[in-house]
């Protein structure tokens, strides 16, 4: 990707070009940073850097400077004063998570054969959260696009944003053989590249559940959302069978150390108290999505090729051979009480409320 010429421009003739222009082209140097082969190169060129000689700490300092900005938050941190006071030996204020989504990025890509499951229940995300035509929706952790494209084609104006970068290309191909106009991103839901109060409604369909830090995550999807604004998600509850799958492979890989548990998102009372003062009109629902299987081997087999933690734990057993036939046959247990006519119920939770 070519570099846009703003990024070699130093940080006082920026600031001289007005503050809304000042945040686009901020904008446009952190997508070049995170797009750039050479991460975090393009925020560097503010503090008139050589940005390919700076440390690797230098440039995520400087992505983090520049997003804070956006955010209008520590926007003083940006002002060449400030920036020159950083000793060279202070910590970074970083994402402790940065490596364990570097991995998440590449193992989602493997998701994309389950649109056609997750079709199915988009619909019903779309019906629970009540879009309409010309509302601007936002789908996030978008897969393949699977909400986006449901919203758009109801009249929409839809984004989606997606840490694999696999995923949101073919987004883009499902929009254009669909003919919409999506703005399809790939982006973290911890750190959205979108102003505060952007979205009419915000949404998503088994996606920010898998963010490590479900505050923060919370915090971004409520930061875009419009005061009055709805949010709505889908969740798998740990009651049900794919919190059980997914409750399995923890017991024989247990997550990260610090990473919230995913399945938290399916208990009522945990939504109602990370939605918190900041909404109001919770309502739940639920629903059941039917996974056409032949058999649990048939089950198991495809989900050890696609849904990613299964993915990993199958690699981490490799070496293993009693303990991966222990994980399969305690899986097929799992799968076969929940299997009948030719189909495994997997139920999930529906969350809606509104931003007051
Ligand atoms: C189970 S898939 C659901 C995809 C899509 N919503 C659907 O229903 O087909 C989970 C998605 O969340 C995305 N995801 C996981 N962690 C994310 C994060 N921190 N930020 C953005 N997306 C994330 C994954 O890349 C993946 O596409």
Request: net charge neutral.
């Amino acid at each position: 990707m070519k570099s846009p010429a703003t990024l070699d421009r130093p940080l006082s003739r920026l600031k001289r070009t007005g503050n809304a222009r000042f945040s686009r082209q901020l904008r446009e140097m952190i997508r070049y940073a995170r797009e750039s082969p050479v991460i975090g190169a393009g925020p560097v060129g503010l503090f008139q850097s050589n940005y390919h000689t700076s440390p690797p700490w230098f440039r995520r300092f400087a992505v983090f400077s520049a997003t804070n900005y956006l955010e209008g938050k520590n926007t003083n941190d940006l002002l060449p004063d400030s920036v020159h006071r950083f000793p060279m030996e202070v910590p970074v204020p970083d994402d402790p998570f940065a490596e364990l989504k570097a991995v998440q990025r590449e193992a989602w890509a493997l998701f994309a054969p389950l649109e056609a499951i997750s079709t199915m229940p988009a619909a019903e995300l779309i019906r629970h959260a009540l879009v309409r035509p010309q509302q601007s929706v936002l789908d996030v952790g978008c897969g393949t696009g699977v909400i986006a494209l449901t919203a758009a084609r109801l009249g929409a104006r839809a984004c989606g944003l997606d840490l694999a970068r696999a995923l949101i290309e073919r987004a883009k191909k499902n929009a254009a053989l669909a003919d919409v106009e999506i703005d399809f991103r790939e982006g973290d839901v911890e750190a959205m590249p979108y102003d505060n109060a952007s979205f009419d409604v915000v949404l998503s369909q088994f996606g920010h559940m898998f963010a490590p830090r479900p505050e923060v995550a919370i915090a971004e999807m409520l930061r875009v959302l419009k005061p009055g604004g709805t949010i709505a998600f889908s969740t798998w509850p740990p009651e049900h069978f794919v919190g059980q799958m997914a409750a399995l492979v923890g017991k024989y890989q247990p997550p990260p150390p610090g990473v919230a548990s995913p399945l938290q998102w399916g208990e009522p009372s945990i939504v109602r108290q990370r939605l918190g003062e900041t909404v109001a009109d919770i309502v739940f629902d639920r629903g059941v999505l039917c996974f056409p299987a032949l058999s649990p081997q048939h089950y198991r087999s495809g989900a050890e090729e696609t849904f990613v933690p299964m993915v990993k734990l199958v690699q981490t057993l490799q070496d293993d051979a009693t303990r991966l036939a222990a994980f399969r046959a305690e899986l097929d247990g799992c799968i076969a009480s929940h299997l009948e006519d030719n189909m495994v119920r997997q139920h999930y939770l529906m969350t809606r409320a509104i931003k007051r």
